[in-house]
């Protein structure tokens, strides 16, 4: 695009510029740094010329353009500051005043209003306008999204970044000239859609609001702290907007971060989560058969004393940790050097919601071939296996839908059911659930137990994939084990770099099997049979460690094996579908959870203790793709603490201090020692994500079945945290069928 | 000799005219204000503590806009706002102030809320007596700032 044949020269306010043939005018005076109002061009949507903000002058044209729909030519000469366009803006703006409230002192969008900051610029103050203006009451589309009428300035925005870039459509249209207003799409009146809150973050106006920030504050009285989302592991930054120790709401304004100004509704409203009643803040202990509140020594000095002496007593090997897909990589890490250097256990594992360790030991060696999120957008061809991006992956699916839109990207995909990507996808390989392995097989051609008429598509693709050069490849948690490999072996083949996307679930859980919370593997998927590598551990920590591989989770729950086990931020009972009873668990001494919420596992524990969240807490997150970012606190914690210093607590009460005292001389140890974490501390401060390889070289061990899977949440559901955000439990879509949506 | 006339004659004047003053000032209307024990007058401009209206209906006059707080150069005004629901109607816009509090440990009384508010819904009232043993005590609230109903609720 840059070279100088394509290229176009041409003067913007007396300033020669040079910018690619095909650019539009508006976007070349900005590159001079002439801001030229719009209101109804944005970027990556589709023209719409309706708002007539954008008008310039051009030389030898004999009316004012606008800027937003003129392709720059050579040798044109436009202004953008003459009187003649400032008379003009101001003209305009008194046209889309005529039926405007002067509703300021109560719009939401006062204080950060592009109407409110043109007006101010250019005055329109004055109204010639003297007949009634057209009024409607305000509406309420759905639990989310408000829509205020005569606020609307008809930008269309919001009905385009719906169609366009969400896929969803669910934004109209109606009635016409000055009575012309947006509809949704149910017949009532009411919004049926994702509920994503794009729309009301695009208004330009106060037009569209959102149920949760309507009517309590003003832009200028709240906190804003840029964090990456809690809920699922595409990382999204988010910025909170905080009042009160209380998140209102979150959005992404200034497109900083991975997801530019994409969020979903867990980014955007599901924070509410944090202040839920429900909310445990003080310790639980077990008295006379009940949980009852105590104070955080006695809790801890319980646990100390009593997992202490089942150690001791019937060993290391009767313990058991279950470690968390939403903590922080310094408390994964602290985790995994608790369990193994002081309580001597590999007993040590997570619900794995996608198969990152099976990926590491097919990819060895080539961290290249991992796949940054905004490489998505870029792609030229996506394979997507298993999985279901729309609800499990939004920004994901949104790279997607942006990829092909845009750039024309081929998307293929094998699934089981007929995800909502179909719409974008060249080819869809429909194949029975639970035969993604097969599927795999057969694009190698080998022989398998799929029917004919599937092979032959999956033949197809196969064809089709050939010829396309740099295919990323996403799979689910579908795909896990040999699976893996196999599919690695297959798309190495194809033409250009194939890299890959493993998906999984949560906001860390990537982070949680990069820093070995595994039976097997140390953290960076080092191998603990390597018995070099187990002495390099050995080393760091100060600490013999034990060489035999642990249980792993579905041993560890319900097998008989364990006396006492520690759970953090994971509700096996639920995840793992076992009833709710202790016996379910084994014949357990001690059981010791923390958590957010009294979930289904932390009502059978002996010991509860309160958990900060994500947004009360610092520490790193790295996501789904393997990118890392810093997490910012948002919110002051109050009495419940973090699992790190909960962690730290417990080794002092133990009497065997853990010697890392922050989470930053955590990271620090991480990144000097866990292969392919060595990231640049500059870049994670300046808020990047900054991505991260890690490699062992060790070969993959192969996965049982039933360890790698994942909890499918929907657009609405976010685990444990899903259940107690209002904002998610509100929609009503959350209880339709996906193939609605 | 002379010297003592003249001493005599400017003793009489000195005092004549001193004591003219009081005499004039004797029949003059009375300024000093007897508070505590009789109440204190007002300048009609007088800035003291705050009132919040109410319109002719009875309605809060504030919407919660959170302009007088923009403009409080000390910060001491504390809004929070809520929405008006068809059976709760505090003010007469979509929204009220549900907590409105202004600290008078901080308050300097310039007026720039009162210049501020686009509903003329904060004015300064005439109220000085601040003084107290308990700091927290100055932070006044909606209920003492608020202007009385118009009718008393019927029962
Ligand atoms: S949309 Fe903007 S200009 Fe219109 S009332 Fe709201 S803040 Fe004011
Ligand atoms: S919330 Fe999202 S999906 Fe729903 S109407 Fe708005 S843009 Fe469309
Ligand atoms: S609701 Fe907002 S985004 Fe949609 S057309 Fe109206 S002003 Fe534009
Ligand atoms: S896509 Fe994922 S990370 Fe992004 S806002 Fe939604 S839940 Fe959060
Ligand atoms: S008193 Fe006036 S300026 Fe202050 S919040 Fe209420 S309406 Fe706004
Ligand atoms: S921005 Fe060009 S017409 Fe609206």
Same mark, same amino acid.
């Given at each position: 695009?840059?070279?100088?044949?394509?290229?176009?020269?041409?003067?913007?306010?007396?300033?020669?510029?040079?910018?690619?043939?095909?650019?539009?005018?508006?976007?070349?005076?900005?590159?001079?740094?002439?801001?030229?109002?719009?209101?109804?061009?944005?970027?990556?949507?589709?023209?719409?010329?309706?708002?007539?903000?954008?008008?310039?002058?051009?030389?030898?044209?004999?009316?004012?353009?606008?800027?937003?729909?003129?392709?720059?030519?050579?040798?044109?000469?436009?202004?953008?500051?003459?009187?003649?366009?400032?008379?003009?803006?101001?003209?305009?703006?008194?046209?889309?005043?005529?039926?405007?409230?002067?509703?300021?002192?109560?719009?939401?969008?006062?204080?950060?209003?592009?109407?409110?900051?043109?007006?101010?610029?250019?005055?329109?103050?004055?109204?010639?306008?003297?007949?009634?203006?057209?009024?409607?009451?305000?509406?309420?589309?759905?639990?989310?999204?408000?829509?205020?009428?005569?606020?609307?300035?008809?930008?269309?925005?919001?009905?385009?970044?719906?169609?366009?870039?969400?896929?969803?459509?669910?934004?109209?249209?109606?009635?016409?000239?000055?009575?012309?207003?947006?509809?949704?799409?149910?017949?009532?009146?009411?919004?049926?859609?994702?509920?994503?809150?794009?729309?009301?973050?695009?208004?330009?106006?106060?037009?569209?609001?959102?149920?949760?920030?309507?009517?309590?504050?003003?832009?200028?009285?709240?906190?804003?702290?840029?964090?990456?989302?809690?809920?699922?592991?595409?990382?999204?930054?988010?910025?909170?907007?905080?009042?009160?120790?209380?998140?209102?709401?979150?959005?992404?304004?200034?497109?900083?971060?991975?997801?530019?100004?994409?969020?979903?509704?867990?980014?955007?409203?599901?924070?509410?989560?944090?202040?839920?009643?429900?909310?445990?803040?003080?310790?639980?202990?077990?008295?006379?058969?009940?949980?009852?509140?105590?104070?955080?020594?006695?809790?801890?000095?319980?646990?100390?004393?009593?997992?202490?002496?089942?150690?001791?007593?019937?060993?290391?090997?009767?313990?058991?940790?279950?470690?968390?897909?939403?903590?922080?990589?310094?408390?994964?890490?602290?985790?995994?050097?608790?369990?193994?250097?002081?309580?001597?256990?590999?007993?040590?594992?997570?619900?794995?919601?996608?198969?990152?360790?099976?990926?590491?030991?097919?990819?060895?060696?080539?961290?290249?071939?991992?796949?940054?999120?905004?490489?998505?957008?870029?792609?030229?061809?996506?394979?997507?296996?298993?999985?279901?991006?729309?609800?499990?992956?939004?920004?994901?699916?949104?790279?997607?839908?942006?990829?092909?839109?845009?750039?024309?990207?081929?998307?293929?995909?094998?699934?089981?059911?007929?995800?909502?990507?179909?719409?974008?996808?060249?080819?869809?390989?429909?194949?029975?659930?639970?035969?993604?392995?097969?599927?795999?097989?057969?694009?190698?051609?080998?022989?398998?137990?799929?029917?004919?008429?599937?092979?032959?598509?999956?033949?197809?693709?196969?064809?089709?994939?050939?010829?396309?050069?740099?295919?990323?490849?996403?799979?689910?948690?579908?795909?896990?084990?040999?699976?893996?490999?196999?599919?690695?072996?297959?798309?190495?083949?194809?033409?250009?770099?194939?890299?890959?996307?493993?998906?999984?679930?949560?906001?860390?859980?990537?982070?949680?099997?990069?820093?070995?919370?595994?039976?097997?593997?140390?953290?960076?998927?080092?191998?603990?049979?390597?018995?070099?590598?187990?002495?390099?551990?050995?080393?760091?920590?100060?600490?013999?460690?034990?060489?035999?591989?642990?249980?792993?989770?579905?041993?560890?729950?319900?097998?008989?094996?364990?006396?006492?086990?520690?759970?953090?931020?994971?509700?096996?009972?639920?995840?793992?579908?076992?009833?709710?009873?202790?016996?379910?668990?084994?014949?357990?001494?001690?059981?010791?959870?923390?958590?957010?919420?009294?979930?289904?596992?932390?009502?059978?524990?002996?010991?509860?203790?309160?958990?900060?969240?994500?947004?009360?807490?610092?520490?790193?997150?790295?996501?789904?793709?393997?990118?890392?970012?810093?997490?910012?606190?948002?919110?002051?914690?109050?009495?419940?603490?973090?699992?790190?210093?909960?962690?730290?607590?417990?080794?002092?009460?133990?009497?065997?201090?853990?010697?890392?005292?922050?989470?930053?001389?955590?990271?620090?140890?991480?990144?000097?020692?866990?292969?392919?974490?060595?990231?640049?501390?500059?870049?994670?401060?300046?808020?990047?994500?900054?991505?991260?390889?890690?490699?062992?070289?060790?070969?993959?061990?192969?996965?049982?079945?039933?360890?790698?899977?994942?909890?499918?949440?929907?657009?609405?559901?976010?685990?444990?945290?899903?259940?107690?955000?209002?904002?998610?439990?509100?929609?009503?879509?959350?209880?339709?069928?996906?193939?609605?949506? | 000799?002379?010297?003592?006339?003249?001493?005599?004659?400017?003793?009489?004047?000195?005092?004549?005219?001193?004591?003219?003053?009081?005499?004039?000032?004797?029949?003059?209307?009375?300024?000093?204000?007897?508070?505590?024990?009789?109440?204190?007058?007002?300048?009609?401009?007088?800035?003291?503590?705050?009132?919040?209206?109410?319109?002719?209906?009875?309605?809060?006059? /504030?919407?919660? &806009?959170?302009? %007088?707080?923009? #403009? !409080? +150069?000390?910060?001491? @005004?504390?809004?929070?706002?809520?929405?008006?629901?068809?059976?709760?109607?505090?003010?007469?816009?979509?929204?009220?102030?549900?907590?409105?509090?202004?600290?008078?440990?901080? /308050?300097?009384? &310039?007026?720039? %809320?009162?210049? #501020? !508010? +686009?509903?003329?819904? @904060?004015?300064?009232?005439?109220?000085?007596?601040?003084?107290?043993?308990?700091?927290?005590?100055?932070?006044?609230?909606?209920?003492?700032?608020?202007?009385?109903?118009?009718?008393?609720?019927?029962?």
């Amino acid at each position: 695009m840059s070279e100088t044949q394509n290229s176009v020269q041409l003067t913007v306010d007396g300033r020669a510029i040079d910018v690619p043939s095909g650019t539009l005018l508006i976007e070349a005076c900005k590159s001079t740094g002439h801001e030229v109002p719009s209101f109804c061009y944005y970027p990556g949507l589709s023209l719409q010329a309706a708002c007539r903000m954008c008008l310039v002058e051009i030389e030898k044209t004999p009316k004012l353009q606008t800027a937003c729909t003129v392709v720059v030519q050579p040798g044109m000469i436009v202004r953008t500051e003459t009187p003649q366009v400032a008379e003009a803006r101001k003209n305009m703006l008194e046209f889309l005043l005529t039926n405007h409230p002067l509703d300021c002192p109560v719009c939401d969008k006062g204080g950060e209003c592009e109407l409110q900051d043109m007006v101010f610029r250019y005055g329109a103050a004055e109204s010639r306008f003297v007949e009634e203006k057209e009024h409607q009451p305000e509406q309420q589309f759905s639990p989310i999204v408000y829509f205020d009428y005569p606020r609307c300035i008809l930008c269309f925005r919001c009905v385009r970044v719906c169609d366009e870039a969400m896929d969803v459509k669910a934004l109209g249209i109606g009635q016409r000239g000055v009575r012309t207003l947006i509809i949704p799409n149910r017949p009532d009146g009411t919004l049926e859609c994702e509920e994503c809150g794009m729309c009301i973050d695009i208004c330009p106006v106060g037009a569209l609001t959102s149920h949760q920030y309507r009517y309590k504050t003003r832009p200028w009285e709240m906190n804003y702290v840029g964090t990456p989302c809690a809920h699922c592991g595409d990382g999204c930054k988010t910025t909170l907007n905080v009042r009160n120790n209380q998140i209102l709401r979150g959005n992404n304004r200034d497109m900083t971060g991975i997801n530019g100004e994409f969020l979903c509704i867990k980014g955007r409203y599901a924070g509410d989560f944090t202040h839920h009643p429900e909310r445990l803040r003080q310790p639980l202990l077990r008295r006379n058969g009940q949980l009852q509140p105590a104070s955080w020594e006695e809790a801890l000095g319980f646990v100390a004393q009593h997992l202490k002496e089942i150690t001791k007593r019937s060993g290391p090997r009767t313990v058991g940790f279950l470690g968390s897909n939403r903590t922080t990589n310094e408390e994964n890490y602290l985790l995994a050097r608790f369990a193994r250097t002081v309580v001597g256990t590999n007993n040590l594992d997570h619900h794995r919601t996608a198969d990152f360790a099976a990926l590491a030991g097919a990819l060895h060696g080539e961290p290249v071939r991992y796949a940054a999120s905004g490489d998505l957008s870029r792609a030229s061809a996506i394979l997507l296996v298993g999985n279901d991006p729309t609800h499990n992956h939004p920004l994901l699916a949104w790279n997607i839908r942006s990829a092909v839109r845009q750039h024309g990207a081929h998307l293929y995909i094998i699934n089981s059911r007929r995800i909502k990507l179909r719409r974008q996808a060249r080819q869809l390989v429909e194949i029975p659930s639970g035969k993604e392995a097969a599927a795999i097989e057969a694009l190698h051609g080998a022989p398998t137990d799929i029917s004919a008429a599937t092979q032959q598509e999956l033949a197809t693709l196969r064809a089709a994939l050939e010829k396309e050069s740099d295919v990323i490849v996403l799979f689910g948690a579908e795909v896990f084990g040999s699976a893996v490999s196999r599919l690695v072996e297959f798309s190495r083949q194809l033409p250009g770099v194939t890299r890959y996307i493993a998906l999984g679930d949560y906001a860390n859980s990537r982070g949680a099997a990069d820093m070995g919370l595994l039976p097997d593997r140390l953290p960076g998927y080092a191998s603990l049979k390597d018995a070099l590598t187990r002495k390099k551990w050995e080393q760091v920590w100060g600490a013999a460690l034990p060489s035999e591989p642990g249980l792993h989770a579905k041993q560890m729950l319900g097998g008989n094996q364990l006396r006492a086990l520690y759970v953090i931020g994971s509700n096996p009972v639920r995840t793992f579908g076992l009833p709710q009873t202790r016996e379910a668990l084994g014949e357990l001494e001690l059981l010791v959870v923390h958590e957010l919420f009294l979930t289904e596992t932390a009502r059978l524990a002996d010991v509860v203790l309160p958990a900060a969240s994500a947004y009360e807490k610092d520490g790193t997150f790295t996501n789904t793709c393997g990118e890392v970012q810093r997490l910012k606190r948002a919110l002051d914690p109050g009495a419940v603490r973090t699992d790190f210093e909960i962690i730290r607590l417990l080794s002092y009460a133990w009497g065997t201090p853990l010697p890392l005292r922050s989470s930053e001389a955590a990271f620090e140890e991480i990144r000097q020692h866990v292969r392919g974490y060595r990231v640049s501390q500059a870049q994670l401060v300046a808020g990047q994500a900054v991505r991260c390889a890690p490699t062992s070289g060790h070969a993959a061990a192969d996965t049982p079945p039933g360890l790698v899977f994942s909890a499918d949440d929907s657009l609405f559901t976010s685990g444990t945290l899903g259940r107690y955000s209002a904002a998610l439990n509100s929609v009503s879509e959350r209880d339709l069928p996906r193939s609605r949506l | 000799m002379p010297s003592i006339l003249k001493e005599a004659a400017e003793t009489a004047f000195t005092l004549a005219k001193g004591f003219s003053v009081t005499l004039r000032t004797l029949f003059r209307p009375t300024v000093t204000e007897n508070y505590p024990d009789e109440p204190v007058r007002f300048e009609a401009r007088y800035r003291g503590i705050h009132v919040l209206h109410r319109d002719e209906n009875g309605l809060e006059k /504030c919407v919660a &806009c959170f302009l %007088c707080a923009a #403009a !409080c +150069p000390v910060q001491c @005004i504390y809004i929070e706002a809520a929405d008006n629901t068809a059976e709760t109607r505090i003010s007469a816009s979509e929204r009220y102030a549900s907590v409105y509090n202004i600290d008078y440990s901080r /308050c300097i009384f &310039c007026g720039y %809320c009162v210049e #501020a !508010c +686009p509903t003329d819904a @904060i004015t300064h009232g005439h109220g000085f007596e601040l003084a107290t043993y308990n700091i927290a005590d100055m932070v006044y609230r909606k209920e003492d700032l608020l202007a009385q109903p118009l009718k008393p609720p019927r029962t």
